[in-house]
C-alpha cells in the first residue's frame, strides 16, 4: 500500500514536472500535444481602451512650379558606311624607294548607337487641400 500511494505521488510530480517543463520552453501547438490540470486561465484584456478625440486637420499647399526631366531621343542607333584607306609601305631596293600596297581601301560598316539628351521643363501644380495629420487628445 506505500508503495502504491508511492508510485501514485511520484508519477503526479512527474507529470506536473513535464507539464511545467513543456509550458516554458515551448506552446503546444510546437510539439503536437498539451498536458492540461483544471480549467485553462482566460485572458486578462482591459476591458475598453482609452477614450481618443480625432481631429482631422486640413492645410492648403499652394501652387508651384516643378522641374521635370525627360530622356528624349535625339538619333536612332544605326548602321554608317566608313571607307578605310589603303596602307603602303616604303620599301628599299638598291638605294631606291618605292611604295607597296600592303593592305587595299575597302568598305565596312560601323554601329553608331543612339543618342539621348536629357530636356528639363517647367510644370505648373495647382494648389490643393490636403488631409496634413490627425491630433489625438487622449481624455480621461
Same mark, same amino acid.
Given at each position: 500500500?506505500?508503495?502504491?500511494? $508511492?508510485?501514485?505521488?511520484?508519477?503526479?510530480? $512527474? #507529470?506536473?514536472?513535464?507539464? $511545467?517543463?513543456?509550458?516554458?520552453?515551448?506552446? #503546444?501547438?510546437?510539439?503536437? /500535444?498539451?498536458? %492540461? /490540470?483544471?480549467?485553462?486561465? =482566460?485572458? $486578462?484584456?482591459?476591458?475598453?481602451?482609452?477614450?481618443?478625440?480625432?481631429?482631422?486637420?486640413? @492645410?492648403?499647399?499652394? %501652387? &508651384?512650379? @516643378?522641374?521635370?526631366? @525627360?530622356?528624349?531621343?535625339?538619333? =536612332? +542607333? &544605326?548602321?554608317?558606311?566608313?571607307?578605310?584607306?589603303?596602307?603602303?609601305?616604303?620599301?628599299?631596293?638598291?638605294?631606291? +624607294?618605292?611604295?607597296?600596297?600592303?593592305?587595299?581601301?575597302?568598305?565596312?560598316?560601323?554601329?553608331?548607337?543612339?543618342?539621348?539628351?536629357?530636356?528639363?521643363?517647367?510644370? /505648373?501644380?495647382? %494648389?490643393?487641400?490636403?488631409?496634413?495629420?490627425? @491630433?489625438?487628445?487622449?481624455?480621461?
Amino acid at each position: 500500500m506505500m508503495t502504491t500511494r $508511492l508510485n501514485t505521488r511520484t508519477t503526479m510530480l $512527474l #507529470a506536473v514536472t513535464v507539464g $511545467l517543463v513543456l509550458a516554458t520552453t515551448a506552446s #503546444a501547438s510546437d510539439w503536437g /500535444f498539451s498536458i %492540461g /490540470f483544471g480549467r485553462p486561465r =482566460p485572458v $486578462l484584456v482591459a476591458p475598453y481602451p482609452p477614450p481618443v478625440a480625432v481631429r482631422m486637420v486640413r @492645410e492648403w499647399v499652394p %501652387g &508651384h512650379y @516643378e522641374t521635370r526631366s @525627360e530622356q528624349v531621343l535625339v538619333s =536612332p +542607333a &544605326h548602321y554608317e558606311r566608313q571607307y578605310v584607306a589603303p596602307v603602303y609601305e616604303t620599301r628599299y631596293e638598291h638605294r631606291r +624607294a618605292y611604295s607597296v600596297c600592303v593592305r587595299p581601301g575597302y568598305w565596312t560598316e560601323v554601329y553608331v548607337p543612339a543618342q539621348y539628351e536629357t530636356r528639363y521643363t517647367q510644370v /505648373f501644380s495647382a %494648389g490643393y487641400y490636403m488631409t496634413a495629420g490627425v @491630433e489625438r487628445h487622449w481624455t480621461r
